[in-house]
């Protein structure tokens, strides 16, 4: 095992590790009446953020879905601001106007969590057209969004305008086998939903979404295929959603059994094992790693307690772009 792969492995673990240590505790603070809205949180689907993020730039452009603080942190985001908005403080990337599902930070080439399913698709086959016939460069989108987005119609123009400007841009499908309380399988026509982008000359592939390793080698090929001019892809990341669609939700509509398991195979504690094996990790660098990331979670809520709300006379400002704009 070379040292590149033996760090990049551990980046991975770092990187999920992170975004499990924020859930926990942005589940537990909303529980405590401490955040307000709502939270949809992203345990059991790290490996996908993680394995994806790895690839990308900071240059590079990602659109994010309600259930995005994986993507946001994996991105590259600073656990204060991202806790501060959540908290609807001043201090949060949006400025506590954006909340759990709408966070964002252009800075970063996030475009923005959405609220609305299937939301981020024309927004990121916009940013595709940007680059493909405006900047002219070798950047990036890559698009996540979930199984109930692909059955919205945004789903199929967004595919259809990327094949016809062979716009780069790679189409990640988070199969979680629930589209909010519906299973999947009953609302979807297809047992793979990769095999949709067939319809529109895309290559489609499903995968193992809670295999890190699998998530890692296959977007790094549609990557660097987008990145070279070889246009979409779309890729199905086969997950599930441990919790409920949000933080409270009674869940009625699947069994305690059902989650109970799938939990050995979720994916933080399968690729330890893996790490374990090849001698990368132990218990000693594990407690290490998760210390770490609780530790810094806790400075971000401290944070965002200590910071202000947005005083009312604000509730107007940052509705539209000034005219000093961004310069991407």
């Known amino acids: 095992m070379s040292i590149l792969e033996r760090d990049k492995m551990l980046e991975m673990y770092e990187t999920m590790v992170r975004i499990r240590a924020f859930e926990k505790r942005a589940e537990e603070l909303f529980l405590d009446n401490k955040i307000p809205g709502f939270i949809h949180l992203y345990i059991g689907e790290e490996a996908i953020a993680a394995g994806v993020m790895a690839h990308l730039r900071p240059d590079d452009f990602i659109t994010s879905t ?139 592939i499903t995968i193992d979404g809670n295999d890190v390793l699998e998530v890692y080698e296959t977007a790094g090929k549609a990557i660097k295929k987008a990145r070279e001019g070889g246009g979409p892809t779309i890729i199905e990341a086969k997950t599930y959603r441990l919790k409920g669609h949000f933080v409270g939700d009674p869940q009625k509509y699947r069994g305690e059994v059902e989650v109970k398991e799938k939990w050995p195979g979720e994916p933080i504690g399968r690729f330890e094992n893996f790490l374990r094996e090849k001698g990368v990790l132990d218990d000693v660098s594990k407690e290490e790693i998760w210390k770490k990331y609780e530790a810094e979670i806790e400075k971000a809520i401290a944070f965002s307690q200590e910071s202000p709300y947005p005083a009312p006379e604000e509730a107007l400002t940052d509705l539209f772009v000034d005219d000093t704009g961004y310069d991407y």
């Open 66 to 204: 309600h259930r995005g603080h994986g993507h946001m942190l994996a991105k590259g985001a600073d656990s204060k601001p991202m806790m501060a908005e959540l908290f609807g403080k001043k201090t949060g990337y949006c400025k506590g106007k954006g909340g759990s599902m709408h966070i964002m930070n252009f800075e970063l080439g996030v475009l923005g969590a959405n609220g609305e399913v299937a939301g981020g698709l024309p927004i990121a086959a916009g940013a595709g057209m940007a680059i493909a016939m405006i900047k002219k460069t070798d950047q990036v989108v890559v698009c996540f969004f979930g199984d109930g987005a692909s059955n919205r119609g945004a789903f199929h123009e967004a595919l259809n305008w990327a094949k016809v400007y062979n716009l780069p841009i790679v189409f990640v499908v988070e199969n979680n086998c629930y589209a909010s309380t519906a299973c999947t399988h009953e609302t979807t026509s297809v047992e793979d939903i990769a095999v949709r982008g067939q319809g529109y000359n895309i290559e489609g």
